[in-house]
């Protein structure tokens, strides 16, 4: 199972929590952890001894530093977030099938129905969060970006990426127009560059099991009709994902699954002591 992450110095711990988390939970499956970097990581060897004692392969893909000089980024939001986009053009020409996860997951139970979810020829399996928002706002986002065919807005935090088909479509140089182009309008930069150029290849996966938004618990058991408590997404979601500024390993976080989060992350850092 191939794995892709895009990170830099200021979260390799989340990434040895989520990759313990998905070790522990998806057990029979090796792993190859693709790791798109602009530089070597300041904890490159610890990541590698990490991934050695869990059974992992660790492959560090470096990019070129000046690529997305030009686009829009911030503190929330920075250069390492548009490496997704593009990864095709650095993992290896043998790696068909990859999963891209945000560093703010946890997975809680097995990921091997996701990674083997047929999408036929489309780019791309996403979740959308757009249960929460409504009518107006899924149309403002398509006339915001110009794509009328999407079937949703998704999230870009959990990409399951067709490589075969990915390559064949997606260029540097249309994402590069594009991002000229509505410079102004990218409120969420690399998400709304995916939903806005490919939103149309892509196949919806449901949320609340493959990109579960850990901020909006009550509303998710509204949504299940009360189905959906803390008992079944234990039981049946997959991935966890802790969206927005707030974050769990910082100490001043007390969301429902705080304690969930700071638990992986306390067995991840005991494994390497």
């Not at 990170?7 to 998806?26: A, E, F, G, R």
């Amino acid at each position: 199972m191939n794995l892709l992450f895009a990170i830099d110095d200021n979260v390799t711990t989340q990434l040895l929590t989520c990759l313990y988390s998905i070790k522990m939970n998806t057990p029979n499956e090796h792993f190859s952890v693709y790791v798109i970097q602009k530089d070597k990581l300041k904890a490159t060897d610890e990541i590698i001894e990490f991934c050695q004692r869990m059974d992992m392969d660790y492959h560090a893909v470096l990019v070129d530093p000046k690529i997305f000089e030009d686009a829009p980024t911030t503190d929330r939001y920075p250069e390492t977030i548009y490496y997704r986009l593009l990864a095709h053009e650095y993992l290896p020409e043998d790696v068909h099938r990859i999963l891209y996860m945000d560093v703010d997951i946890l997975i809680i139970n097995s990921l091997v129905d996701l990674y083997n979810l047929d999408i036929g020829d489309n780019l791309y399996a996403a979740a959308s969060h757009a249960a929460f928002e409504n009518d107006v706002t899924d149309a403002m986002n398509k006339i915001r970006l110009g794509n009328y065919e999407a079937e949703s807005y998704y999230n870009s935090g959990v990409l399951l990426m067709n490589l075969d088909s990915i390559r064949k479509t997606v260029k540097a140089t249309d994402i590069f127009d594009y991002i000229k182009k509505n410079k102004l309008n990218l409120f969420l930069p690399d998400q709304d560059v995916l939903n806005g150029l490919y939103g149309h290849y892509i196949t919806k996966i449901p949320d609340e099991i493959y990109n579960y938004d850990a901020r909006m618990s009550s509303l998710y058991t509204a949504l299940g009709k009360g189905k959906w408590n803390l008992d079944w997404v234990i039981e049946n979601t997959v991935v966890l994902h802790f969206c927005g500024r707030d974050k769990p390993w910082k100490d001043d976080y007390n969301s429902r699954y705080a304690g969930l989060y700071k638990h992986y992350a306390h067995r991840a850092g005991l494994l390497m002591k």
